[in-house]
């Protein structure tokens, strides 16, 4: 997926500045799709060159004007034909699962401190979705009533909570695998 997709998505749900879009990517949909503010605003500045999106200047009292970005037609015809177009299914690119497999030549006990570090980011990143959930989704402000956007957007939600979940029972039996490696002291 390009980084344009991810923005055009962004904007459809809601138009915004550049740096808004920034902080949305940080919050939510960067946890699927990340880019870091220089990507966002460069991809921004090529797709307004290319028509896919509409930029309109905002007066602010005592800041600088923003730009508040929006889909254009052909950013909408862009997404609609990518949204149709087949993709490859991810294939797992995994750092730690390598190391974990290398320890083996090694000292498996030695890799204990980086796989509970890991499982602190995802308990963290849990946390995190779940809060969200309940802010968004399913707690007392939730709209009784969702429109498919929201559904949308929780189900994509749920997919991460999901993933988070397996995550720490892998790392979990990681981690008991490794303490019961572990060399008697």
Sequence with gaps: MALEHAI??????????????????????????????QQIYRVLKRMESDGWIDVREVPQQARPDKKEYSVAALGRTALAEWLHEPIEPESVRHDLAVKIRGAAFDDPAALIREVERHHQIHSDRLAHYLAGERRDFTGPGAPATPDAGQELQHVVLRGGIAYERMTLDWLDD????????????
């Design 8 to 37: 055009l998505v962004s904007l459809l749900e809601k138009p915004g500045s550049g740096y808004e879009l920034a902080r949305r990517f940080e919050r939510s949909i960067g946890y699927f799709w990340t880019a870091t503010h």
């Design 174 to 185: 990681v981690l008991a695998t490794l303490h019961r490696l572990r060399p008697e002291r």
